[in-house]
């Protein structure tokens, strides 16, 4: 098999390890420049879409044009760049999404904050997911006018800030293998004392079952194989807060043999013509636990 990586970083840990998997068992692995041409050669029997890049997606979608598999869809991972359609898609399908506001820009959000209608604190996040975007806890208008100088004309999100117990939830999926972490929350408050679990051997065993669920049933809804989800716990039930496509996955024993068979099964499924439309899906939930498979 031919298993092309649309990537500027090969060398990166998961990639990296999942290609000498491949390798080890006589496949051939090539990474693309997200930002190169997909030319009119031989397709790969699948490529693997870990830039999210506007070139990249479109790369992607060029090689979907021509009929090979591309994990995850270019038309999924797009939309998980725009957090307000992450938002839409999600309460939609039913969801435990984080409400989520869309303004033109941190100003917007000031001027209705000033006007007493809109609470804080909140979490302010760029409306499009990119390196080094904003994401930023705002307690009182002074936060909020400092960023209003530093980001104009940025378009934003804002969701509610849910007190937590000082750690964020990290969920990744790898077609239908779930891995799990806690880490230090980085919007919790300076002096919060953590409660215990943090990531010191917390892992999927620790992962309550209608967690596990809730991680499965979102990638069924964008329509992802590779994709991470933050969980923050609120007053009812777990909340989504965000989702990922294709995120690194570092340090997490079998993911890189996850992904190595997954690449080899979505290959074997586009040689056989059965490769399912991109895009998100709208599945029933998965009545599963942790470390069972979403499909």
Known sequence: MRIGLITAAPDHPLLAAAGALLTARGHRVEALDPCGPAGDGPLADVYLLKARTPAALALARSLEERGAPVVNPAAATELCQDRTAMAELARRAGLPFAPTRTADGPAALL????????ALPLVVKSRHSRRHDLVARVDDLTRLRALAEQWPGEPVVAQPYLPSTGWDLKLWV????????????????????????????????????????????????????????????????????????????????GAPEALAALALRAAAAGSRGSRPLPGPRTAAPADAGPGATAR
């Not at 779930?178 to 992962?207: M, Y």
């Not at 933050?230 to 039930?237: A, F, H, Q, S, Y």
């Open 174 to 253: 790898v077609a239908g293998q779930l891995f799990c972490t806690r880490r230090r929350s980085e919007l919790a408050d300076p002096g919060h004392t953590a409660q215990p679990h943090g990531p010191a051997g917390f892992g999927p065993g620790d992962l309550p079952a209608e967690r596990a669920r809730l991680a499965l049933r979102v990638g069924e809804v964008f329509g992802l194989d590779v994709y991470g989800v933050d969980l923050l716990d609120g007053p009812d039930e777990a909340v989504v807060v965000d989702v990922n496509a294709f995120p690194g996955i570092r340090g997490q024993a």
């Open 111 to 118: 001027a209705l904050a000033e006007a007493g209608e809109l």
